[in-house]
């Protein structure tokens, strides 16, 4: 008798379904133990970490340029993070001080010295920032492989069978040495959709799940499994006729994309003409070239916080800053990117900032207030934004905005800053556009005092939902109660746009409302002329603005804003989605 299927859930990273048998990779580690040397030995032991350093530089190289031939020169550059890494000169001088002051060997001294920039990353209370540290463990079991001549946990480029890889995790050298020809999906235990084996799954276009928790224990070696990367599902068991159906989904959808990718110069107009600028959220220079791919009219929320992450232990300094948005601005043109000031505190914590715990750190000492705290640290960033304003269309927008008095203290800065490059004689930009994070209630209470003061408005829905509504998404005792189309969300949107319009400043939506179709209609029906989300939700988005009214889209938001619940809201999108819109010529799908 066949055994019931089973669906296990977790974060898709990269889209695509996979239909195929489980390679259950088991987890290996290097056994390190402390060894005391004699007096004589210390010198030696440099020695022999030194050429481990080397041979590990020349695998990486190696595999840079294999990544850079296969999917192209941005996604190389995850390993030429890796690389810095390893030529860090403050990580090779406290190795070898630490073999000579304690006489240990290599492998221990290394471990030990590696571990104090990993815990940096590990005591981030984002889980997604907390991923950037699988670079350095990356490097770390490289290094410790060259010194103890283990072979590294996998070779995936010698498959000769199609499998799903599935695994309790995958660091971005085992991602990077797939078998493109065999490899047809990824299922993993741990990470999210920011790390970096993320990303090169998708750069390589292979279907992969993150998060999925305790995957790799519960799936069977050579198990039948069906893996949906949109979804972040992964099936276990799939009966004949279940298989049947989600090949046939599989068809379906790769003509669906084909369809979308078709979309890709069109412009996003409604169908009297009406223009919205659909833009990408980044956290990496290199997806530049992803959002361009997908359409994206720009940037239009750099998240600067992994270039903190980067560096850590260290903060970044003015030429960090520099070099990584003058690549971005320059990769973006002829559009514009728009850059978020630091946006970390509060939950999560950066080491080299050091504060005391707080009670509520949601609520505390985070974004705008941590750079006003920290305002050295802010200068270093704007010092950065401004020049690299000098080589393309560069905005900066400050996050976590209060109010007016908030503001003003920022803007002083800011000005101080553009002054002193001025005096200096320093290339840059003193006309760079400067914009807020419309995130928290009171910002959008006063918004029409704000819009005097700033360029631009971008809403930050996540965030704002969270603050309006006293929920915490993550939270599923209460998860429910995370509801964007809930009446004071959609009031305080209406309230944002109209004090907007009425100084003539562009309102955009940078939380996830904005790459849901039946959310996007209903901010388009709000005022919002701009839509940035993730690079992979633009095509459909675009297809639904294109088969839009402004009419109908603001009619769809007038009668919202009169019901009473974000139940009565939803039956009301999905009752006016199903039925045909004017002027398209067809029916439009609810949102399932």
């Known amino acids: 008798m066949e055994s019931a299927s089973e669906t296990l859930r977790g974060t898709g990273v990269s889209p695509g379904i996979a239909i195929g048998r489980a390679l259950v990779l088991e987890s290996s580690s290097i056994s390190l133990f402390r060894l005391d040397l004699d007096p004589d030995g210390a010198e030696r032991e440099v020695t022999r970490f030194q050429r481990a350093i080397k041979r590990a530089w020349r695998q990486l190289r190696d595999l840079r340029d294999r990544v850079r031939r296969e999917a192209g020169e941005a996604y190389a550059r995850v390993f030429e993070a890796q690389i810095l890494i390893l030529r860090d000169r403050h990580l090779h001088r406290e190795t070898a001080s630490l073999i000579r002051r304690e006489r240990v060997n290599a492998e221990w001294a290394f471990h030990t010295v590696v571990g104090r920039y990993t815990r940096v990353f590990a005591h981030l209370g984002d889980p997604d920032l907390r991923e950037r540290g699988t670079d350095i463990e990356d490097v770390a079991v490289r290094v410790l492989a060259a010194l103890t001549g ?11 069978d199609d499998v799903i890889v599935v695994s309790s995790e995958l660091s971005p050298s085992d991602a990077a040495g797939l078998n493109r020809d065999h490899v047809i999906g990824l299922a993993i235990d741990g990470g999210g959709p920011t790390s970096h084996t993320a990303i090169i799954a998708s750069a390589l276009d292979i279907p992969a799940v993150t998060g999925l928790r305790d995957a790799s224990s519960r799936v069977r070696p050579g198990e039948m499994v069906i893996l949906d990367g949109a979804s972040g599902t992964l099936l276990r068991g799939p009966g004949e006729e279940e298989i049947a ?8 959808q790769a003509q669906r994309e084909l369809d979308l990718m078709l979309l890709r110069e069109q412009p996003a107009v409604t169908l009297e003409g009406v223009r919205i600028r659909l833009l990408a959220n980044i956290e990496l220079p290199d997806e530049v070239a992803t959002a361009r791919r997908y359409g994206a009219e720009g940037v239009g929320l750099y998240r600067s916080e992994f270039l903190y992450l980067r560096q850590a232990p260290r903060l970044p300094d003015e030429e960090d800053h520099y070099g990584a948005y003058r690549a971005l601005a320059e990769g973006a043109l002829p559009h514009a990117v728009v850059i978020r000031t630091l946006d970390l505190g509060g939950e999560k914590r950066f080491a080299a900032l050091p504060e005391r715990r707080e009670t509520n750190p949601v609520l505390g000492l985070r974004a705008i207030r941590l750079c006003l705290r920290h305002e050295e640290v802010f200068r270093a960033q704007l010092r950065g934004i401004f020049r690299a304003g000098a080589h393309g269309k560069v905005r900066m927008m400050l996050p976590m905005v209060s109010g007016l008095t908030e503001l003003r203290r920022a803007k002083a ?4 800053v553009r002054d002193e490059l001025a005096r200096e004689r320093v290339p840059f930009d003193p006309d760079v556009p400067l914009g807020i994070m419309i995130e928290v209630p009171s910002a959008a209470l006063v918004a029409e005092h704000l819009a005097d003061e700033v360029d631009f408005f971008s809403i ?3 965030d704002l939902i969270q603050y309006v509504l006293a929920i915490d998404r993550g939270n599923e005792d209460v ?25 003539g400043l562009p309102v955009a939506v940078c939380g996830e409302m904005a790459a849901r179709p039946r959310s996007a209609m209903m901010l388009i029906g709000l005022g919002v002329t701009e839509l940035s989300m993730s690079p992979s939700a ?4 675009k297809q639904m603005i294109r088969g839009l009214t402004m009419r109908e889209a603001r009619e769809l938001a007038e009668e919202a804003l009169a019901l009473d619940s974000a139940e009565a809201i939803e039956e009301l999108v999905s009752r006016r989605l199903a039925v045909p819109a004017v002027g398209s010529g067809g ?4 949102e399932g």
């Open 150 to 160: 283990s072979v590294r946990r996998h070779d995936l480029s010698e498959l000769t």
């Open 245 to 252: 159906s989600w090949r046939a989904r599989r068809n379906r």
């Open 413 to 416: 800065v800011i000005g101080a």
């Open 460 to 462: 930050g829905t996540n």
């Open 479 to 503: 998860s429910y109660l995370y509801q964007p189309l809930h009446p004071a969300i959609l009031a305080l949107v209406r309230r944002v746009t109209e004090a907007a319009a009425r100084r």
């Open 538 to 541: 633009i095509p459909e988005i």
């Open 587 to 590: 029916r439009r799908e609810a």
